[in-house]
Nanobody, 121 residues
Framework: QVQLVESGGGLVQAGGSLRLSCAAS????????MAWYRQVPGNQRELVAR???????NYADSVKGRFTISRDDARNTVYLQMNSLRPDDTAVYYC???????????????WGQGTQVTVSS
């Protein structure tokens, strides 16, 4: 019912920047929360940043001051601007949204397919 398409991952040197995008489409009435998580093999998926419809933002301590999350509600898209990247930022990054569906007006949670970010030293 809802599809998330992520883009923007890749290989970058330490100190560089990348911008991730995640576009949601489908039976969307509204999107309450949009967030980015990341996961390294063998570790749990961790929250990187989240933004609510009202504009409230939270960041993981490890990315504060380096990453910026934003959203474009007209395009149902969330962005993650990542600056001053470090090798320990290397992970698969996943988009996550809490969506209210048109037909049912229920709140559902969706994940993107993930995009690899690799930071070389």
């Amino acid at each position: 019912q809802v599809q998330l398409v992520e883009s923007g991952g890749g290989l970058v040197q330490a100190g560089g920047s990348l911008r991730l995008s995640c576009a949601a489409s489908g039976s969307i009435y509204s999107i309450n929360v949009m967030a980015w998580y990341r996961q390294v093999p063998g570790n749990q998926r961790e929250l990187v940043a989240r933004i609510t419809r009202g504009g409230s933002i939270n960041y993981a301590d490890s990315v504060k001051g380096r990453f910026t999350i934003s959203r474009d509600d007209a395009r149902n898209t969330v962005y993650l601007q990542m600056n001053s990247l470090r090798p320990d930022d290397t992970a698969v990054y996943y988009c996550n949204t809490e969506v209210i569906l048109w037909r049912t007006l229920t709140n559902e949670n969706y994940w993107g397919q993930g995009t690899q970010v690799t930071v070389s030293s």
